[in-house]
């Protein structure tokens, strides 16, 4: 984004730059003072509302505005599931893994089915860890329906990535999603 506005506001304030010095020797020398004047004033106008955009996006940018924690979709495992989580950063970071499972509603029961009370969200398991530069947390569930949960605790989102992996045998990963 910035790429793209600093270019367009300093073609923005040229061209008017070069409009008003040619309207200052397009008029008499007296006037060529107060051209200046407003000239000087609108560059600062215009410099004002630039820093302010690259302040807004510096604050959209920033690690806090990203959040610290990262989703995978959920997906049903074939007879195991793997979350995994790495770090990226360059520094130690604190991550907590979770595996979460999905909420059930009651079931009245009816044509050969016992009824069944509801069952909230859940997390199934849990690893919270001090990881060093490319230190990974992998915790593993069976069959189910399941996602996982990522969060760092002292840092943002993207000193990290990681992915949920439904396993249908022993030869590895038959479906890998990755944590968003």
């Keep these: 984004m910035m790429r793209i506005l600093k270019p367009v506001v300093a073609s923005v304030t040229l061209i008017a730059v070069l409009g008003f010095v040619a309207t200052a020797y397009a008029q008499n020398d007296a006037s060529v003072p107060g051209i200046l004047a407003e000239l000087k004033s609108m560059v600062t106008t215009v410099i004002a509302q630039l820093t302010t955009v690259q302040d807004s996006l510096a604050t959209l940018t920033s690690s806090s505005a990203q959040g610290n ?9 074939m007879t195991r599931t793997d979350c995994r989580v790495i770090t990226i950063s360059n520094v130690e970071r604190t991550v907590r893994a979770q595996i979460w499972t999905f909420a059930r509603p009651a079931f009245p029961g009816g044509a050969g089915f016992p009824p069944a009370p509801a069952t909230p969200a859940r997390v199934v398991l849990e690893r919270t860890e001090t990881l060093a530069p490319g230190g990974i947390i992998e915790l593993v569930t069976n069959d189910g329906y399941f996602w996982c949960q990522f969060t760092v605790l002292d840092g943002s989102r993207a000193d990290i990535r990681g992915s949920i992996d439904g396993w249908k045998d022993a030869l590895g990963p038959s479906t890998a999603l990755a944590a968003e």
């Design 69 to 77: 924690t990262r989703w995978t979709p959920i997906l049903q495992g």
